[in-house]
């Protein structure tokens, strides 16, 4: 930069700087410094580079002030339109940057960012300086070589990354056109120059079966093979437990227990057990006692650790153990005995845990049901299932009794139930999606529900009392500025809900849900609840769970598939065995915030990575439906258009520009699409008919046009 540039620089900074200046707007500082009008664009170069260099800055108002704000440091979240959010840790609220202040910058990278002004009660505005360290090394897409040239380009599968990588011949590993592949960038590129890249692996032809979950595993960079020394580990474990490894442990062989699974489950980490007299029930929780078998810091718990979770996508699942032990030893399979570590709670007839234990038990599970299975038993006392497990019955139909109590009880103090169905997925041989329905919660599922629940707040009530180090799972109240415009936006329905400072209990929003049940409006003011919900995470300090009204909760019940299950259950038994002494209390102080956070995290990916599946797998299915007509609900609106969910839990977009019967305006306070001419209105929650235009497995993208009831009837009859 010329020195006169830097000359400039020092004379404002100086000025500002001065015991006598207030702060003053662009105009005011030229008018006092006397710059022609012809100037004041340098004028706002100098003071943009002072802000960049963290020395000034813009104030709400406009007004340039001496630093303090400085330079943020966070990660950057792109999005497919070219501009972006950067997450600052411990702000609350994403800072925008608009692409033209990207600087460079791809998904994930690590970045400095400098706040511009933001206009009153607007979200936060910046302009990236700096990239500090690069987010993503490798990237999935699909490769597309240029005839008789000696180059091909990477499209990327993360629209997130908004520029396809050039691949010189050399470094394509002989890719042909149409393979998935994953490359590794050689260069991240500028406004004239495209990414490089050299190709690593090829996954396969993308219509080759399971390439397409295959990409999406290595885009999140989720390990699939076990290293040598985790599987050694894992061999070593043995098939059947030993008199030794019974030793001191609560002998509950004899207790009628079951495991109650979907049918297709092989993990099986939680049995359960009732006996019941006139006044309380004795309800045992009992999870497999994977920390026998999984000892800290081995390079088993190590490999656990870094996966944080076992991942579920359509067609496969990634598991955090070993299939020898997550199927073997540590899955509570029915007629053998097994090592648990169970929560065995008296409740009265109200539904309180009036006492409770935690012990480590040895337990043999009577039978493996499924929940189609128990469904039945309930539903048809007199049935063909009934008479099949008639030994079994009484307790079944006394844990539907319990169940019904302590729901009861949950919904009394607040507890929120969001029942959103979750799609079920079925696939052929070929991978290819022939079935996808809404997931069937019934009383069997809902029982085992509410089961894990009451042993998931009695473990972590205890513990907080104990006052022991622990893992906590919390929930925390929504963000006050997205509950105050949800609460503006529902009076437009003639509802409103009390906030109290700044706050809303989770009663008020319960009760809210409540009044909505069969309305019109129920779909679209549920979603909105939802959505103005924070994300529960893993926590070593104890906040309380707002969604299920809960001041203690934790995740005690899953340790074949969760880390923060199986580091808790170390922490319990450590505590059982009269080993928690100063130095285990300090290690554990010292460990679990770092293992709370990276099970978040992983938690995250897993999500993201499984959402993605989903929604390959109902663009794919879609894709043979194409023309045909489907009932919705308009599930959430943008500028550019409304998206429907159908009652198979697909969701499209009607693009704005499909709907050609008028020029359509979004009114984001309203959550509503408006015609010009015609005076219709759209609105979210709202009934429509549409048809399928266009699926794109790839883009994982449905789109939908807008058709008549009419023509949706028709079809029916056809």
């Known amino acids: 930069m010329d020195d006169n540039f830097e000359k400039r620089k020092k004379v404002i900074y100086d000025f500002i700087c001065d015991d006598l200046y207030v702060p003053m707007k662009l105009k005011e500082i030229a008018v006092i410094l006397q710059v022609p009008k012809e100037q004041r664009t340098e004028l706002k170069e100098v003071l943009d580079s002072l802000i960049t260099d963290g020395k000034i800055r813009l104030s709400q108002k406009g007004k340039y002030l001496r630093g303090e704000a400085g330079r943020l440091t966070g990660v950057y979240q792109a999005h497919p339109k070219g501009f972006g959010f950067v997450s600052v840790e411990g702000e609350e609220e994403d800072i925008f940057i608009g692409e033209a202040e990207r600087c460079g910058a791809m998904q994930g990278d690590t970045v400095a960012v400098v706040l511009l002004r933001t206009p009153e009660g607007k979200r936060k505005e910046g302009k990236i300086v700096e990239i500090l360290s690069r987010g993503t090394t490798r990237i999935v897409g699909l490769y597309e070589k240029r005839k008789n040239k000696g180059y091909g380009f990477v499209r ?49 032809h993308k219509n080759d079966p399971g390439t397409d979950i295959l990409s999406i595993v290595k885009g999140y960079d989720l390990p699939v093979e076990f290293p040598e020394k985790v599987l050694n580990q894992a061999g070593k474990v043995p098939e059947e437990i030993s008199e030794a490894d019974m030793q001191g442990r609560k002998d509950i062989r004899e207790w009628q227990m079951v495991t109650i699974d979907g049918e297709d489950a092989k993990d099986l980490d939680d049995a359960v057990s009732l006996t019941w007299t006139d006044d309380h029930f004795t309800l045992g929780v009992h999870i497999a006692d994977v920390s026998n078998y999984v000892q800290e810091r081995s390079a088993l718990d190590r490999e656990a650790l870094k996966r944080g979770t076992s991942v579920y996508l359509a067609d496969r699942v990634i598991p955090m153990l070993p299939h020898r ?41 009577d039978k493996r049901m499924s929940y189609t299975g128990v469904k039945q038993i309930l539903s048809d006392p007199d049935g063909e299932e009934a008479k099949e497990q008639e030994t079994l019955v009484p307790m079944l139909r006394q844990m539907a009794v319990l169940s019904e109590i302590l729901r009861k009880k949950r919904h009394k103090r607040g507890a929120i139930d969001f029942d959103f169905p979750e799609a079920k997925i079925r696939l052929d041989e070929q991978g290819k999606p022939i079935e996808i329905q809404p997931y069937d919660r019934n009383a069997a599922t809902k029982m085992i529900e509410d089961f894990m629940l009451l042993a998931n707040e009695t473990v972590a009530e205890d513990y907080y009392w104990q006052e022991l180090p622990f893992v906590y799972r919390t929930h925390e109240a929504p963000d006050e500025e997205k509950i105050r415009k949800f609460a503006i936006f529902i009076n437009n329905f003639g509802y409103s809900m009390h906030v109290g400072q700044g706050e809303v209990h989770p009663k008020e929003m319960q009760k809210l849900l409540e009044r909505l049940e069969g309305k019109p ?67 554990y102080e010292s460990i679990l915030p770092e293992v709370a956070k990276h099970s978040s995290e992983t938690e995250r990916k897993a999500e993201e990575a499984e959402r993605e599946t989903v929604k390959l797998k109902k663009a794919e299915y879609m894709q ?77 993208t449905v789109d939908f046009e807008i058709a008549e009831k009419g023509d949706f009837e028709n079809g029916k009859d056809q």
């Open 521 to 587: 409006e129920e779909d679209l003011i549920s979603r909105l609840a939802l959505r103005s919900m924070r994300q529960a995470r893993y926590s070593s300090e104890n906040t309380g769970h707002f969604g299920l009204a809960a001041p203690y909760y934790t995740h005690f019940t899953s340790p074949i598939r969760r880390y923060p299950d199986l580091q808790i259950h170390r922490i319990i038994k450590d505590n059982l065995r009269g080993r928690m002494n100063d130095k285990k209390i300090e290690h």
């Open 624 to 700: 043979a439906h194409i023309g045909e007509i489907y009932e919705g609900i308009i599930s959430g609106m943008t500028k550019w258009g409304m998206y429907v969910e159908l009652e198979n839990t697909i969701e499209g977009l009607v693009h704005v520009a499909s709907m050609r019967d008028d020029h359509y305006e979004y009114y984001e306070e309203r959550s509503e699409m408006a015609g010009l001419h015609t005076g219709r209105t759209y609105r979210l929650g709202e009934k429509v008919y549409v048809r399928v235009s266009a699926a794109d497995r790839l883009t994982r």
């Open 156 to 204: 990327p599968d993360n629209v997130r990354f908004l520029q396809d990588i050039f691949v010189a011949e050399e470094n394509s590993k002989g890719a042909m056109d149409g393979h998935k592949v994953v490359v590794r960038l050689l260069s991240y590129g500028d406004e004239n120059r495209k990414p490089e890249g050299k190709i690593e692996e090829i996954l396969g």
């Open 325 to 365: 032990l997550s199927n073997g030893i540590c899955s509570l399979n029915e007629g053998v005995d097994r090592l648990a570590l169970s929560c065995i709670m008296t409740i009265d007839r109200q539904g309180n845990v009036i006492d409770h234990e935690i012990a480590e038990t040895v337990i043999r599970v």
